[in-house]
């Protein structure tokens, strides 16, 4: 028997490449021709130079997603570039298809200029009603999708806030299952790179426009390779200071076992094997435990219930509770292109959030998080975002279903 | 009954766009997952972050096009913008599937800069096997072609090759059947844009590396809008000035038709009802017509017969001996990219000159160019790109069937 990776060698030689551009259209003779092409095609073109915003009812625009990369931070495989990171874009593009019936195209960047990825971006912008920026390191990952929220279509770095979006609404279920109340739990996570930072911020609701439906965690220690990030740090980039305006407020020092101690939840997106039983057993009652790193999560599930975790959940699919973005970026971009909102706000993140938390109307300690391949999250987190995102902007004059 | 251009508005609305984008393969369970995206795809990945040139084999890269525009040449609509070009870009891409089975994306541009175009592909290119310059004004769609021919993928603009590759193919047809012989035909250019330009130096085959298959006419006159292009003329641009280095050695001065008195051919990429039959009688006996402006020609074919024309060929689908760039094209591209050619080069234009000519084994009047539609010619117009490519560049390791 062939293992997995193999299998998928194959697989990609024979596919050579996971995506097709089709026709919506047959030309079967010359009529079809003057119909989709010239001299008809003329009639559409004439109708958007008047009114531009008819571009989401004449082109492809309304519904495709550029999947942009620098190739930067790929997977586990980190910095392997632009042509070595199209397999993981095109299978992106896949997904978006499978669970919203999304047109995504894989944009792999030839350059990691946070200038020059921008201003690409912008150029190519007409094509697309939004931009699923991926795999692009940080801290340059914040700094473009900052600059980019002017755009006027949703520019959404995965990332951060997929990952975020999902662990959150895992959080919550554990947090019902085990009888506590999310508002009063005592976070840590390790990892400060881009998913650890949203996870950060979301729990804070750091720039939240409607406490409504907000999630603001009291207590938040993030820790990186070096320990728990406090004031004192030296040489700290400005992601890291930024987080400690909203964590850390007694400025606690120490290593992440320190911070462990009392904790009531450990979130990491970090690396593999770094916890034991005994470092679950000096955290507070009825631990929960989200050991994301892939393929080896930061904790095996069996040695944190040896330490007496209560909930574990992992990035793995072959384990209970898996964290994967695909339960939330397809339905989030679906909703926020559907709205034509002009960019994707905190409210809807944490509007994402409840549908996915919501898909399981009794969580248990072995199903915090619905099942990746359950098709019914993504509608819901669309029909979700989509209401908020009419709260957020109002109703756009052409929003319709696409 | 409604119109063409009435259908043609209804038909895009309803479609909202001409092109899907669809995975080749189905994700139904977790394996599947797996297999496409993570953990699977890791392998494809650190397979072409050993060796580039293996993104050909596992990624959409080789089979796939973009099609670039800024809009400020669409059609005979003039600068409409990137937003208002989509549907024609759309439509380009449904031709591109159509006859050579190429996945073909619109890259719509909202940037007129020059640099910035060429940044903005250099940083895209890895995704794509090439690149399509389409509708963008002239002179800057030369510097533009010229600046990346160093890309490694083939750059092309259609509107400047496309063209005078079906008008030459046509061109040497119709001497056929009016027994001259190219090399001696005088030929009058009326137009300097992007086409005419080209179809200039495909005719004195500029930068040509291999005179076998060449078509070297010896006297061609091109006019502008001020009349014959002449070295007295004051503020040519670049394009132009270069035009006068194998056109004109006689300096001619004066009109278009002065240009047209005992001149042989007549290729008019100009604008329509420039003409009339007694402007034809002043031509040389039996006389061969390219009125390609659209919809209207310079000279429709009833009124250039009047004047003595023996063959007429027009760019118009209603009437015989159309000059639709879909012949040249798909198959050009489809050449190149099998060979895994770095550029196109005048010897695989010629190629596809003869190629496209060679598809009517007897011309006659009424047929000295293949219907656009005919399947044959794509087909044909590769093979021969292709062997041409494989004697200038030599067998590529990797160049298969994609």
Excluded at 15 to 44: F, H, Q, T, W
Excluded at 164 to 180: C, M, P, R, T
Excluded at 201 to 217: F, G, T
């Amino acid at each position: 028997m062939i293992d997995l990776f193999s299998e998928a060698l194959i697989l990609h030689k024979r596919l050579r490449g996971k995506i097709n551009i089709i026709p919506k259209v047959e030309v079967r003779n010359i009529n079809d021709l003057s119909l989709v092409y010239s001299p008809g095609v003329a009639e559409p073109c004439k109708e958007i130079a008047r009114d531009p915003e008819l571009a989401y009812q004449y082109t492809i625009k309304g519904n495709t997603v550029a999947i942009v990369s620098d190739g930067t931070a790929v997977l586990g495989l980190g910095d392997i570039g632009p042509l070595a990171a199209m397999p993981v874009m095109e299978g992106k593009a896949i997904l978006f298809k499978r669970f919203a019936n999304i047109n995504a195209f894989p944009i792999c960047l030839d350059t990691t200029d946070v200038d020059e990825i921008v201003q690409t971006i912008r150029n190519i912008a007409p094509a697309f009603g939004g931009i699923n920026l991926e795999d692009i390191s940080a801290p340059r990952s914040f700094i473009i999708e900052q600059r980019l929220q002017d755009l006027g279509i949703p520019v959404f770095h995965d990332d951060q806030h997929g990952t975020a979006i999902v662990v959150l609404a895992g959080l919550y279920n554990a947090a019902k299952v085990v009888g506590k109340d999310v508002k009063d739990l005592k976070v840590v996570i390790n990892g400060a790179g881009a998913a650890g930072i949203a996870i950060a911020k979301m729990l804070r609701c750091v720039d939240h426009m409607n406490q409504e439906a907000c999630i603001p965690v009291k207590q938040i220690t993030v820790c990186d390779s070096k320990g728990i990030i406090h004031r004192d740090r030296k040489n700290l980039n400005f992601a890291k200071k930024e987080l400690l305006g909203f964590t850390n407020f007694d400025n606690q020092v120490g290593s992440l076992k320190d911070a462990l101690v009392n904790a009531d939840v450990f979130i990491g997106v970090s690396k593999g094997d770094l916890l034991k039983a005994k470092d679950i057993e000096t955290m507070a009652t009825d631990p929960i435990i989200f050991g994301l790193a892939n393929p080896t999560p930061e904790i095996m599930p069996e040695e944190a219930y040896k330490g007496g975790a209560a909930i574990v959940a992992t990035g793995r699919s072959d384990l209970p509770n898996q964290v994967n973005n695909v339960l939330g970026f397809p339905g989030i971009f679906r909703g926020a292109m559907e709205a034509r909102a002009p960019k994707i706000t905190t409210a809807m993140k944490l509007a994402a959030v409840h549908a996915i938390a919501e898909c399981i109307k009794f969580p248990t300690v072995s199903e915090i998080i619905p099942s990746t391949l359950n098709d019914r999250v993504a509608y819901k987190v669309a029909e979700a975002v989509k209401a908020q995102a009419i709260k957020d902007f109002g109703e756009h004059k052409y929003a319709e279903g696409i």
